[in-house]
Nanobody, 125 residues
Framework: QVQLVESGGGLVQAGGSLRLSCVAS????????MSWFREAPGKNRKFVAG????????SYADFAQDRFIISRDNTENTLYLQMNNLQPEDTAVYYC??????????????????WGQGTQVTVPG
């Protein structure tokens, strides 16, 4: 069992930045692909960015490319998402997910076994 706790969300003006964190309880954190997803009101959960087990490979949704950076610190069991130039359309609850597969970064939420409780990001229009 892996418990994930996100933090770092908040209210930010358009053009601003936030850094999300996701701390994992498991000592096997480094075995998992880790990803960020987001869920806007009335919409399905969507892939934002993912990173493989040892951090050598990353993947981004088109809307996140060039603005968001995913990283991980396996010594601290922590996943990060640096979000820059935030826009109103980035408003959503952001979730981190853990996939037992440690190699392939999958973009479908059903592939992930563990989820955090989410952290709200709000960018007023």
């Amino acid at each position: 069992q892996v418990q994930l706790v996100e933090s770092g969300g908040g209210l930010v003006q358009a053009g601003g930045s936030l850094r999300l964190s996701c701390v994992a309880s498991s000592r096997t954190f480094s075995n998992y692909v880790m990803s960020w997803f987001r869920e806007a009101p009335g919409k399905n959960r969507k892939f934002v960015a993912g990173i493989n087990a040892f951090g050598g490979k990353t993947s981004y949704a088109d809307f996140a490319q060039d603005r968001f950076i995913i990283s991980r610190d396996n010594t601290e069991n922590t996943l990060y998402l640096q979000m820059n130039n935030l826009q109103p359309e980035d408003t959503a609850v952001y979730y981190c997910g853990a996939d037992r597969n440690g190699v392939i970064i999958r973009t479908i939420d059903a592939a992930y076994s563990y989820w955090g409780q989410g952290t709200q990001v709000t960018v007023p229009g």
